[in-house]
């Protein structure tokens, strides 16, 4: 599974320009005036794992052979700048919600930097207007859907009867200026209502694009990033870019804070697999059993799977390899009522 992020926040917020930077790209063009992104810019990313590098290492002291790494990936998708009034039309507000409804996780983008010569499109910096503008316009446009939902006739079933309760509730609690995922909490009852893509009720990663000034006092509740000093780090070789870091005294690049916290908030891990023809990670969710993580690779896998032979990353390391792991019966049998962990490096072992 890839994971599918939406970066969203109104013109001139910088959302173009880390795009750009987080891609190593110019793939958008980050003018400085609205609506400069009409369709949306969609970009693969790799996700930064170091452990990567280490498995492919230990493959080579055992093989004699370097194999290439293949790490899981992120699509970022750069969405045409929203204004007030687009749950009606205005600006781009149409193709903006249709593109918003096909990603996992929105990234909304506040601006916090100053900077008189890009033009604010409310004609002066306050992120927490900002912020409740996109609020208002996904929750108005979430009403519309609701809207147009009728109510059950006749006999209808206990299903159809607690789906309705839960539309009506979710009007009055919107109209109260609540998001649907506020609204809605439980499971069960949110895929009741999962057909109709709800905009609120994505989870919503906050970016503040600060200067490099500012970065030290970001809000609690946001990644503070500098879309500027990324689009320069990413000119940069690898051993510049940490030195760079470390005089801002960051420890990760903002790509990688971004993309961890989405991994975190959605819940997502990574196994890995190794060998001689590929050192790879894949990208599951927590609570994934092997079974189910075994048809990430192939789907077949889950059908005709046997058992799983698996070690921890870190074990992996301590004993060597995975050759040195199997002499010393490191590795574990699991078999299809296992959960995944992070970091596990496994071998499937599948029937014909």
């Known amino acids: 599974m890839n994971l599918r992020i939406g970066i969203v926040g109104l013109p001139n917020a910088g959302k173009s320009t880390l795009f750009n930077a987080l891609l190593k790209k110019q793939v958008a063009e980050a003018a400085n005036y609205p609506f400069t992104t009409i369709e949306p810019n969609v970009g693969v990313v ?8 280490t498995l492919a290492t230990l493959v080579h002291s055992e093989e004699g052979i370097l194999p290439p ?20 039309g205005q600006g781009l507000g149409n193709k903006f919600l249709s593109h918003i409804r096909e990603v996992d996780i929105i990234c909304h983008v506040l601006r916090f930097f100053p900077d008189s010569s ?7 910096v306050d992120p927490k207007r900002d912020r409740e503008t996109i609020e208002t316009e996904l929750i108005l446009a979430d009403l519309q859907t609701l809207a147009k939902q009728q109510e059950p006739k006749g006999a209808a079933n206990k299903e159809a009867l607690q789906r309705w309760s839960l539309i009506k509730g979710l009007i009055e609690g919107l109209n109260a200026g609540k998001i649907a995922r506020e ?7 949110r895929a009741l209502i999962a057909d109709l893509q709800l905009l609120t009720t994505k989870p919503v990663l906050l970016v503040a694009n600060m200067s490099e000034q500012q970065l030290s006092s970001a809000p609690g509740d946001m990644i503070p990033i500098s879309a500027k000093t990324e689009s320069e780090l990413a000119a940069l070789s690898v051993d510049e870019q940490k030195a760079y870091l470390k005089e801002l005294g960051l ?7 971004l993309i961890q916290k989405a991994y975190e908030t959605l819940g997502l891990i990574s196994f890995l697999t190794q060998g001689v023809k590929e050192v790879r990670a894949w990208t599951i969710g927590k609570g994934t059993k092997a079974p189910q993580a075994a048809g990430v690779i192939h789907t077949d896998f889950e059908k005709k799977f046997i058992k799983a032979e ?3 990353f870190d074990e992996l390391v301590v004993v060597g390899g995975w050759k040195k792991a199997k002499e010393l019966g490191k590795l574990r049998f699991e078999g299809k009522e296992y959960e995944m962990h992070d970091g596990d490096v496994v071998e499937f072992k599948v029937g014909n």
Do not use: N, W, Y
């Open 46 to 53: 790799p996700v930064p794992d170091q452990r990567l590098a």
């Open 69 to 88: 790494i293949v790490p899981a990936v992120v699509e970022f998708v750069d969405i045409a700048g929203l204004v007030k009034g687009a749950s009606e």
């Open 118 to 124: 890009v033009v604010h499109v409310a004609g002066e």
């Open 183 to 189: 609204v809605v909490t439980d499971g069960d009852e």
């Open 251 to 257: 420890e990760a690049s903002g790509l990688d804070r």
């Open 310 to 312: 698996v070690i921890g």
